[in-house]
């Protein structure tokens, strides 16, 4: 188990003196536990099965609902669903919304000691003579989650609009800092070094951007006449909120493509990229591919 020391800043206390303990107690111990829950936007069940000819293996799962970082929950927490959901074996799937396997702690304190998650398997035969097999010796599941938030300011919200995204005693960290992003969702490219110096930047790249998600496109560029060491020059958004050239449609089904252009730059001589993706369901996430980014002397 992890050990921390923490050091508490004891300026903002007003001490009184005067007073005795009653009692002395010491806590923890060589016997202290912690558990936790597996959060998953998906699945992978690894289940070794053999199917004959005639023969089929119906599988499908009981889930519980939970709470995302952002507060997006599709049910209640810790009740699990009564109906089952089909999915496919041994292959990825991927649900609408954030579930949970919970601990033996909370399934016991929470869910009256139910089985947060239950895989169902039905065997089914039309020949007397041959049935299909599994091996319950080998049963396994991976459990996948999504890391994604919603994170613009220090006092961004959750989906209840009076809960604050960030944690108490958190610092807020603008994504046009050089280092650091409270935003879980984040890409950064390598730094891209120019032979001919640059007055522009051109970044196209095919987006999926389901409704509830964001992706804000930055650039960061290294002026030929500034010694600041690259790492320590914060980023810049393109068209000044991240957004695109054209707006940026919500789809659900399709990849668009899409242009970020930044122009008129001091000339530089190197640069990258770093993209921010938010939502408040982390089973609904945005998704960018075909990246292509092109410097120009205008």
Known sequence: MDAFTVIPNISAYDFKTGYTSDDSTLGGGATVTATRNYYFDALHTMIPSL????TRIHSSVYTTPMYSPEGYINGSAYTKNSVTEFITLNDNVFFGYPSIVASP?????????????????QLQTFNNNVSPVIDVATLGCLAISNRLNNIDSATSK???TSTNSLGAGTTFIPSTEPDGDNNAMVYVTRKVNLKTPATAIRVTADLFKPPTTELKFMYKTLNNDDSTPFDDIGFEYFNTTGGADSTIEDDSKNFKEYEFTAENLPEFGAFCIKIVGQGSNTSVVPLVSALRCIALAT
């Open 51 to 54: 199917q004959f000819k005639n």
């Open 158 to 160: 959750k989906i209840d």
């Open 105 to 121: 702690t909370n399934e016991t304190a929470h869910m009256s000691s139910i089985k947060s998650f239950t895989c169902q398997l």
